[in-house]
């Protein structure tokens, strides 16, 4: 065979052909175990782990090729693949290349196991030492999920992390990022963290708390980002967090308000998530944001339950919600009336975006009667709202999205009321109902109302006349989007 025959027939290795900077970026935003192996595959490429400025070193890299079914899944298993997360860390730190002075990215999840945590804690204090480290982060996972956890396994796994904190505090003081979850935290464990993680700028806490209706105190120069699921404190007290931004309180336990907003200039995004009941306090929002006058964001997150938001005056509102941009309400329950989401409308003049989900989310909502009536949990109902002016206008909103848009009496008459008082509204989407894998793994006995979202493109422009119909705006058919 002819030499440049052969050399046709052969296969053309395209990614080693590329430039060493496009190579180098590649690997950089994939997970690093996945990088190494692609490594090995060339000799030109073996000497690209020591050049790397970005690190994702990811114990689920090894867990999601492990064959449960064939070799189980135990404590043996989780203590191997940690160490071979700590043996990469380490070994990584110490042959970098030092032309490559900063590291932009270091993200290490591991299991919370202080003796093999040890020298990951250790790489990372090393490495910080030496070089400038733009993020760290540190995700420490527990072996037992929250429901499986009895009190003993919570306090067990905070009395892990204060080993981990106290061995090696030197890595926790360079932390950029930290998320734990299912611990259980003596009285002053939390404050020692925010002492010692100096440079912390965002902060998760799943399923945490300092015992059972506690007050957590958070004061801090550096956080930007602030997360609590779950966690059976009472309330979180923010005193002093001067640089904080985003905030997020999901599931709070306790008929009292959960958050307190002490000293919080720049806070300007705030989430809410609340499955309620007859049990539960409905929030002012004139009180809970008196602190916030910066609030642009506001997210508010039903779980198919209970409105449990004051419909307050607009007037007495505006102070708060006069910079708000955007507004997501998420997860009203199915058939109720949606006029009362108005007040939002009302109570924020710069209002740019408002997003509106409906639904019945199964995976949040309690189905069985019983347990629905011990916890307080409500039947479906109105929620009463009168517009507070005949004559109001909006000039600043100019999207309004539906998601669970169906075409009764209801929704079609808020949308035609949105496009009689926001002058300048652009577009208007109304799409179908999400859909969730899981929910159709519940009790079957569930009745789940069919949709009649408009299918065909003369359902769509029918309803588009019956919306629009004696409106003045220009061009008001093509305000309104329906999913394709």
């Given at each position: 065979m002819p030499q440049h025959a052969a050399k046709l027939k052969r296969p053309l290795d395209r990614l080693n052909e590329l430039p060493e900077e496009i190579l180098l970026n590649i690997l950089e935003r994939v997970d690093t175990l996945d990088a190494l192996r692609t490594c090995i595959l060339s000799k030109r490429m073996l000497r690209f782990p020591a050049m790397l400025s970005r690190f994702d070193i990811d114990i689920g890299s090894l867990t999601r090729h492990h064959d449960k079914a064939s070799h189980?899944?135990?404590?043996?298993?989780?203590?191997?693949?940690?160490?071979?997360?700590a043996s990469v860390t380490e070994?990584?730190?110490?042959?970098?290349?030092?032309?490559?002075?900063?590291?932009?990215?270091?993200?290490?999840?591991?299991?919370?196991?202080?003796?093999?945590?040890?020298p990951i804690t250790r790489a990372f204090a090393s490495i910080m030492a030496t070089q400038e480290v733009d993020h760290a982060e540190l995700v420490l996972l527990v072996e037992k999920t929250f429901l499986q956890c009895k009190y003993e396994d919570l306090l067990c796994n905070a009395k892990r992390f204060n080993t981990c904190l106290g061995d090696c505090s030197a890595a926790f003081a360079?932390?950029?990022?930290?998320?734990?979850?299912?611990?259980?935290?003596?009285?002053?464990d939390i404050l020692n963290i925010l002492t010692t993680c100096k440079r912390l700028e965002y902060l998760r806490l799943s399923f945490c708390d300092a015992a059972r209706r506690s007050v957590l105190l958070i004061e801090h120069d550096r956080l930007v980002e602030l997360i609590f699921e779950q966690g059976k404190f009472e309330a979180v007290h923010l005193n002093r967090v001067p640089k904080l931004q985003r905030m997020t309180c999901a599931a709070w336990h306790y008929p009292v308000y959960p958050l307190y907003f002490g000293y919080v200039p720049q806070l300007s995004n705030i989430s809410l998530t609340k499955r309620g009941g007859s049990l539960c306090m409905d929030l002012q929002l004139s009180r809970l944001l008196a602190n916030v006058p910066s609030i642009s964001d506001l997210h508010l997150n039903f779980l198919s339950e209970k409105i449990w938001v004051v419909l307050e005056c607009p007037k007495l509102l505006a102070p708060m919600l006069g910079r708000l941009?955007?507004?997501n309400l998420d997860n009203l329950p199915e058939g109720c009336d949606i006029a009362w989401t108005m007040f939002v409308l009302e109570a924020a003049p710069s209002l740019m975006e408002l997003c509106i989900t409906v639904w019945d989310h199964w995976c949040y909502m309690v189905t069985d009667q019983e347990l629905r009536r011990k916890h307080g949990y409500c039947e479906k109902a109105n929620v009463e709202w009168q517009p507070s002016s005949s004559g109001f206008k909006h000039k600043n909103l100019v999207k309004l999205t539906i998601h669970g848009f169906?075409?009764?009496?209801?929704?079609a008459q808020y949308v035609r009321r949105v496009m009689e008082i926001a002058v300048n509204i652009g577009k208007i989407s109304l799409l179908d109902g999400k859909t969730c894998e899981q929910c159709r793994d519940l009790d079957p006995k569930i009745k789940v109302c069919p949709s009649a979202y408009p299918?065909?493109?003369?359902?769509?422009?029918m309803l588009r006349v019956v919306i629009t119909k004696g409106l003045r705006m220009a061009a008001s058919l093509g305000v309104i989007i329906f999913s394709s």
């Open positions: 189980g899944y135990n404590i043996g298993h989780i203590a191997r693949y940690n160490n071979v997360v070994k990584m730190m110490c042959a970098r290349n030092p032309e490559v002075p900063i590291i932009h990215k270091l993200r290490v999840r591991c299991y919370l196991r202080p003796d093999e945590c040890l360079g932390l950029t990022r930290l998320w734990l979850g299912s611990m259980r935290f003596g009285e002053l941009k955007i507004v169906q075409p009764d009496e209801n929704m299918t065909t493109s003369q359902e769509k422009d």
